[in-house]
Every structure is written in C-alpha cells, then in structure tokens.
C-alpha cells in the first residue's frame, strides 16, 4: 500500500492510501523521494488558503524523485530516471499565456495546491512538467531545485548585475537562496535577519548578514556603499517593518523585488520612491528556463543546498514536521522522505 499525506483542515494533517491508477496518455507516474516543505505550505496548513485548496488535499510542490511508468504517447522519460516536477499548469488561451508569461496565468493550476501534490509515494503528472537531473545529484539536494528556481526568477526580475550592492531583507530558505544566486551573479550581498541561528547558517555560506535589533540597517547599508544606498533590496520577510527597510535601504534608481508574499496591504513610502526615481517589480514563480538554471547551479554546488537541509523525516512523521516548522527556532529546511521498499521505489 502507498501512502499519500492529507491536509483535512487547519493545522489537521493525516497519512491515507494515495490514489493510484496507470498514467494515461501524455502523464508519467513518479515515485516521490523528497519533498520540502515550504511557506505556502504553511500557509496551507494554517487554514489561511481553504477558500482555494479543496480537502482532502495532498500537498507538496518542492520535490524530487524517479520515473516509474509512462503513459501512451510518452516520449522521453524512461523508468528509473530521476526527475523533478516544475508544478505549473497553464491553460495557454488567456492574455498572459498569449502575451508569453505562461507562469502567471489567469487559469493556473500551482500543483500542490490547486491540485494534488508530491507528499505521497506516487504521483502521476503531465510528462511535460518533468524536468530531468543529472545522475550524479543526490535527491534529497535535488528537492530544493524549486526553491532555486525561485531565487533565480527573483534574481532575473531584479536584473542584478555583477558589481551591484542587493540588500536581501529575510533570511529564511528563499532569502538565502536568493542572496547565493545574486552573489553567483556577481554582486555583493548583505543579508537582513533577525534569527540568529538564520543569520548563522547564512554567515557559514559565506554571507554578511545584519541584526536589525542590533543596528541601524539603514545607515549601515549607507556607510557599505559610500553614502549612495543599494542597487536593489529584496523584500523576502513578509513583514510590514520588512517592507520599509527595503525601500529605505534603496539609492537612486535603485530596484525593490518584492518576493515575499503580503496577506494584507501595506503602507509603503511613495514619497521615496518618487524623490529617488525607484522602481519596484514583483516575482512570481519561475519558468522553465529558471528551473533548468536551478538544476545546474545545484548540481554543480554554486548553491549548496544541502547546508540549508536541518531535518528529514518519514512520511509518516509529516505532521510533526509541519508542527516544528511552526513552531520556528533552530530549522531551516524539512524534508519529507516519502521512499518506500517495494520494487523500484526510492529507498
């Protein structure tokens, strides 16, 4: 018997028999090895997303894991591979699939929302959102390709450039992840945080990070780059003080990417970006171009993942695992190990 891991309702998480049939014409099974547990799924599991996620719900987006069958018309994928999961559906009729920004369709189906994700031991997926990695990545890297992926898009959105001073404001998984790719891009990074143990991990990837309780961030960016402010501050925190720190941390023309996700409006200093001609743009998600750089730059450890990795637990062991990231302290990243030991699973 496969398991598949349940979201019922708030904070109410459950292992079940995951739903299983051949995959049909265009689909491939996979055998799911590892999946990351990430804020939306946080977000989920508090309740605060039950208006779009119909229950039971499996949830998982950020995975990694091995072919297992192939569905008629298939070409490509074989059995055995090992594989992750760009989890974007797209209808490509709306204005902006035509307009070419298939990752923000007006119809999206974000798998693992929308739709079952990859926290049970089999799933079957459209063949065309499988992206391959190299034989020689361990899985459990590998799960955090998506994440990457993010970085990437978010570091692309801003146009950090090489010489560049960013301000990264949040120091959680994406927050770091952004810093390593901006600093990969060339540009000299400073980390706002106010966890020591997020501003520790980040200091042993080679990061600078800042205390906000402990300095004036604001004039500490201004004495780092000579009186002129930052390029471009990234807004990863969430959090309304987060939000002003990134504006204010901006020189001329400097660039705001607000990645983090807001669940209510905030006030922003308009004024500012008017005298300093800034600019802001948001970042969504990833195309398929991001997620194939993410492959490599992982593969290829400019982004070791695997410092971020604090814990990995069984499936079964899910709920737990969603409770600890709740509860905050000393955890980066979770994993969910969903291998099992029947013939070409992923144990």
């Known amino acids: ?36 547990i990430c804020g939306t799924d946080l977000h989920i ?8 996620v119909s229950r039971p719900a499996v949830l998982g987006h950020e995975m990694s894991g091995r072919v297992l069958r192939v569905g008629p018309g298939v070409n490509g994928p074989t059995p055995g591979d090992a594989v992750t999961v760009m989890p974007l559906r797209w209808d ?27 926290m049970q031991q089999r799933w079957t997926v459209p063949a065309d959102t499988l992206v ?30 090489a010489g560049e001073k960013v301000v990264v404001v949040g120091g959680g998984p994406v927050g770091v992840l952004i810093a390593l790719v901006a600093q990969a891009a060339g540009a000299d990074i400073r980390l706002v945080e106010l ?58 023309r400097g660039r705001l990417c607000l990645v983090a996700i807001h669940p209510r409006p905030r006030e922003i200093d308009l004024h500012r970006f008017f005298w300093r001609e800034l600019t802001l743009v948001g970042a969504r998600l990833y195309d398929r171009a991001d997620f194939e750089r993410a492959v490599t730059l992982v593969a290829d450890g400019t982004v070791p993942v695997e410092r971020l990795i604090s814990k990995v ?23 969910v190990d969903c291998g099992d030991d029947t013939p070409g699973g992923t144990a």
């Open 1 to 36: 018997m496969t398991l598949a891991v349940h979201y019922t309702g708030p904070r109410a998480l459950g292992t079940a028999p995951a739903q299983t049939s051949a995959p049909g014409p265009g689909e491939v099974e996979l055998a799911p090895a590892y999946v990351g």
């Open 45 to 52: 599991f508090h309740g605060d997303m039950d208006a779009r």
């Open 92 to 118: 490509g009729t709306c204005p902006a699939c035509r307009a070419g920004h298939r990752h923000v369709c007006g119809h999206l189906d974000f798998m693992g929302i929308d739709s079952p994700g990859a």
């Open 132 to 161: 391959p990695l190299p034989a020689s990545l361990p899985l459990d890297r590998a799960a955090l390709v998506e994440p990457t992926a993010v970085a990437v898009h978010d570091v692309g959105r801003a146009d950090v450039r």
């Open 195 to 252: 966890s020591a143990h997020r501003r520790r991990c980040a200091q042993e990837l080679g990061l600078v990070t800042l205390d906000p309780a402990a300095v004036d961030v604001s004039e500490a960016v201004r004495q780092w780059t000579g009186d002129a402010g930052a390029d471009v501050a990234f807004e990863v925190s969430g959090a309304a003080g987060g939000v002003t720190t990134a504006v204010d941390v901006l020189g001329v």
């Open 313 to 335: 637990v069984p499936l079964i062991e899910a709920a737990d695992a969603f409770a600890a990231l709740e509860g905050g302290g000393d955890v980066m990243k979770i994993l």
